[in-house]
């Protein structure tokens, strides 16, 4: 009862591998700037009573917020690059439509 062949393909493991690799990175990014981004909120709205869950919420709305708008951003550019491409691959499909009439 083991994965046939054509699963196995379907599954495009080496895509999936690069992904995991990836979001790992992008974790370890994430860990590294928590404390910077802690220091900051507790140095812009400094606590008198030592009570940090307020900064802890400012701070999780603060960067949802900035990923929110860079998501926003990267899907954007994402949209233009495809279109971008699609004009290019346009322009050399338009060339062998050309090339396929001159030979007939």
């Known amino acids: 009862m083991g994965i046939n062949q054509e699963d196995f393909e379907k599954l495009n ?21 928590k404390d ?25 709305v603060a960067v949802t917020a900035l990923v929110m708008g860079l998501a926003m ?3 954007k550019i994402n949209v233009r690059v495809e279109k971008e ?6 322009y050399f499909d338009d060339d062998d439509d ?3 009439k001159k030979d007939a």
């Open 13 to 33: 493991m080496r895509g999936i591998v690069i992904s995991s690799i990836m979001t790992a990175f992008g974790l370890v990014v994430a860990l590294a700037w």
């Open 36 to 60: 910077t981004i802690n220091a900051t909120v507790a140095h812009v709205m400094p606590d008198n009573d030592d009570g940090t869950l307020k900064g802890m919420y400012i701070t999780a």
């Open 73 to 75: 951003l990267v899907l």
């Open 85 to 90: 491409i699609e004009r290019v691959q346009s």
């Open 98 to 100: 050309d090339d396929e």
